[in-house]
């Protein structure tokens, strides 16, 4: 292994915070340079998440896909910090720089502009995210975790306004009180198997004595408390559709990766440590995973069909998304793993585009019915005579703005609610599909199934509802222009989960291998236990 | 030792979750500095008490069982620092909605009883 890929790993962590750290140097009158700083540096972390990507899965150098560990301060593994990038974590890592670098460009049409710092706390919060991520330890993953919502109360309370104050006010208690569960999980856990690390961790599990077992779960269960309330599972997600109607629309976007965070968390610690393998601890999740999974479904798909506001459905859709993920990793199994990465990757890009092309199609619609929440009706029963205005059907101008918002909209719709051919359908597929496949399908996976094909058609149901509302009813004023800079990342996000549909195939051999790894924690621990210090040994 | 310590945080924890019940948002905010001094208490427990013994060991064959656990003491002092800031941040967000708002109630509006 050489040199700078071998330190390559903290550079999705360091670069962020350098950046920003720098943008501190310029005030806010030299705002090209920080929009080509910060730019240039989400750009770079596409890049380095790609290189990262290709390493963990043994396309570079060696050949041989396994975690990469990486000794922060050249201190041995269980004492000293650890990086780790596997599949999963640099898969996490590519998703959360595509989306932070289309929201960014996205932003640079007029919401960058609305309040100070807006880069400087953009990249904090993707040097939290990303270090989230990478690291391998629990008390480091609280920091991360900080780091992440300190930047994130900054954003949301962005652009200012009594409607978001008093939304982020909520926001900021309660991610503080969810911090202070997280570290009584962390102090219980550390209690009982005295390591913080997750890998040394994983091996001490097993051998817990029973006495000190109940003491373990609880603090795990508390700590599960803190990842679930961050992705929004019922009944800890009353917060979640309100703060994201109120943040900015980029600002949103880019959250929507932040539910995903605390479902990485519970992917991997639930893999780790209440896998197949610990023992009497095994499997002490997965029920309470199942069915509080399914209860944030329920609510999402009443949510979605309750709200008449879009960016309300696209909030609604987050718990959707999220209650899937939490009962398929309950329900478990490498193919249901597998699928359940590829949903997650298709459904957060898929909310992100959502979030990006709320604004604008809400831009033309009026504003008493936005604020009312009532709509004119979609169909007028009322029988008016023969249509004497036939001559008008041929030559209606479609304005090239509604063109392109109803194109990316339909597009949108179909992704998220799931209908073929785009890769919304795909993840459903693959996902129902799995739960097939399983030795024997029980009640739980026939919940799941028909939750997932309900989910859809609410989703469907009311995006149609909204579509129709919004851009196909005419307008008496000319539309709102639509800048070049908006429809750009629209653009990128759709066009992702398009090459998400085409190349499906390798795509699911790498979910698939990923599946693998994360069902054999020994991999881990080993490449934890045997990473390389650079000072001593040779690497 | 135990039994006191046990105590101090049941009683921290107690009434920073009363405080933090309250419909005000000044009360919320000392509430929640109530109970991050209980954890931090906590956490100092999940190291086991010793007093008197120093965490760091010094070189050679030394008896671990002589010095207290060093982690606890570096947890709580990150944990510290970081429930200060985000406690400072709130209060900024707490004024910021009493003037926009006018109340210092956490829905921002005053209900009239």
């Known amino acids: 292994m050489n040199g700078w890929m071998h330190h390559l790993i903290v550079a999705p962590i360091l670069l962020p915070i350098v950046v920003s750290a720098l943008m501190l140097a310029f005030d806010e009158r030299r705002r090209t340079l920080k929009r080509a700083l910060s730019l240039g540096a989400t750009a770079a972390l596409i890049i380095i998440a790609g290189l990262l990507l290709w390493q963990a899965d043994g396309r570079l150098d060696t050949g041989i896909a396994r975690p990469r560990a990486y000794l922060v301060g050249d201190w041995p593994a269980p004492f000293g910090i650890v990086l780790v990038a596997d599949r999963l974590s640099a898969l996490m890592l590519l998703l959360t720089s595509v989306l932070g670098f289309t929201a960014l460009f996205y932003s640079l049409a007029r919401w960058d502009r609305s309040g100070p710092r807006f880069h400087a706390l953009f990249l904090l919060l993707f040097a939290g995210l990303n270090g989230a991520f990478l690291t391998g330890d629990i008390f480091n993953l609280f920091v991360f975790f900080e780091v992440l919502l300190a930047a994130s109360y900054g954003l949301i309370l962005h652009g200012a306004g009594a409607e978001r104050t008093k939304a982020s006010l909520h926001y900021i208690t309660i991610n503080i009180v969810t911090s202070l569960l997280f570290l009584i999980g962390v102090a219980m856990i550390y209690a009982v198997t005295g390591t913080l690390n997750m890998a040394d961790l994983a091996s001490r599990v097993p051998a817990v004595p029973a006495a000190d077992l109940m003491l373990l779960e609880a603090g795990a269960a508390i700590l599960g408390i803190a990842f679930l309330v961050k992705s929004g599972t019922w009944p800890l997600s009353f917060w979640l559709p309100r703060t994201y109607a109120a943040a900015a629309p980029p600002v949103a976007a880019v959250f929507a990766i932040m539910t995903k965070v605390g479902i990485y968390i519970v992917l991997r610690l639930s893999s780790l440590l209440f896998g197949a393998t610990s023992g009497s601890a095994a499997d002490f999740t997965d029920q309470w995973l199942i069915w509080s999974g399914f209860a944030t479904m329920l609510f999402g798909i009443l949510g979605i069909l309750a709200t008449r506001t879009l960016s309300r459905v696209a909030g609604h859709y987050v718990l959707v998304s999220s209650g899937t993920l939490l009962a398929a990793i309950g329900i478990g199994g490498a193919a249901l793993t597998a699928a359940l990465i590829f949903y997650l990757v298709s459904s957060t890009l898929a909310v992100g585009a959502l979030y990006l092309i709320i604004e604008p199609v809400e831009r033309n619609a009026d504003e008493d019915d936005m604020i009312a929440g009532i709509a004119e009706p979609v169909f007028d029963d009322e029988y008016t005579g023969a249509v004497e205005e036939e001559d008008n059907e041929i030559g209606i101008v479609i304005p090239g703005t509604i063109a392109v918002l109803g194109g990316g909209f339909i597009f949108c719709t179909l992704l998220l609610a799931g209908l073929p051919p785009l890769s919304g359908f795909i993840a459903k597929f693959a996902l129902i599909d799995a739960l097939f496949r399983a030795d024997a399908i029980g009640p739980t996976a026939w919940i799941l199934i028909g939750l997932v094909i309900l989910s859809g058609l609410a989703t469907m149901i009311a995006l149609t509802r909204a579509g129709i509302d919004l851009i196909w009813t005419p307008a008496e004023d000319s539309p709102a222009r639509l800048s070049v800079i908006e429809v750009v990342p629209i653009g990128i996000l759709l066009s992702v989960c398009l090459a998400l549909m085409i190349w499906s195939g390798p795509l699911f051999r790498y979910m698939k291998a990923t599946a693998d790894v994360l069902s054999d924690p020994a991999v881990y621990i080993d490449a934890v236990r045997t990473a390389p210090r650079s000072g001593g040994s040779p690497g | ?113």
Not at chain 2, 20 to 44: D, E, K
Request: hydrophobic share 55%.
């Open chain 2, 1 to 113: 030792m135990e039994a006191v310590l046990a105590l101090g945080i049941g009683v921290l924890t107690a009434s920073g979750l009363w405080l933090l019940f309250r419909p005000r948002t000044f009360q919320v905010v000392l509430g929640l500095s109530l109970l991050s001094y209980a954890v931090n208490l906590f956490i100092l427990a999940a190291g086991r008490l010793r007093s008197d013994a120093p965490p760091i060991v010094g070189k050679g064959a030394v008896d671990p069982a002589l010095y207290a656990d060093p982690i606890p003491q570096a947890l709580i002092l990150t944990a510290i620092v970081i429930s200060f800031a985000t406690t400072a941040l709130l209060l900024v967000v707490l004024l910021a909605a009493r003037g926009l708002t006018g109340t210092d109630h956490v829905d921002g509006e005053d209900d009239e009883r």
